[in-house]
């Protein structure tokens, strides 16, 4: 079995921040990448940042130069540090892991319950 889940969310006012944590545990061989991704009411899911095993990082460019996603390996944990939030950025926030649970099985995606994120004033 393998468990994903977030914590962080919460609400906070136009410009403030908020970081969001994920954690991946139980039976993990290896874990090939972890991302956040969102999902605001009437939308589909988008994926906002994402992180390799190597560190090499992606972002949605309505992020780029707000959000930064981090990762500890030894702790199977990302993080995301979302700072100038702004009311679109409201949605439920999911966390994903690529991974696989031994040396013979194919990759597959984990996903946490989400976190829900309100920016307001």
């Known amino acids: 079995q393998v468990q994903v889940v977030e914590s962080g969310g919460g609400s906070v006012q136009p410009g403030g921040s908020l970081r969001l944590s994920c954690a991946a545990s139980?039976?993990?061989?290896?874990?090939?990448?972890m991302g956040w991704y969102r999902q605001a009411p009437g939308k589909q899911r988008e994926l906002v940042a994402v992180?390799?095993?190597?560190?090499?990082?992606n972002y949605v460019d309505s992020v780029k130069d707000r959000f930064t996603i981090s990762r500890d390996n030894a702790k199977n944990t990302v993080y995301l540090q979302m700072n100038s939030l702004k009311p679109e950025d409201t949605a439920v926030y999911y966390c994903?892991?690529?991974?696989?649970?031994?040396?013979?099985?194919?990759?597959?995606?984990?996903w946490g319950q989400g976190t829900q994120v309100t920016v307001s004033s």
């Open positions: 994903n892991a690529q991974l696989s649970r031994n040396w013979y099985e194919n990759r597959m995606d984990y």
């Open positions: 992180v390799t095993s190597g560190g090499s990082t």
């Open positions: 139980g039976s993990i061989f290896s874990i090939y990448a």
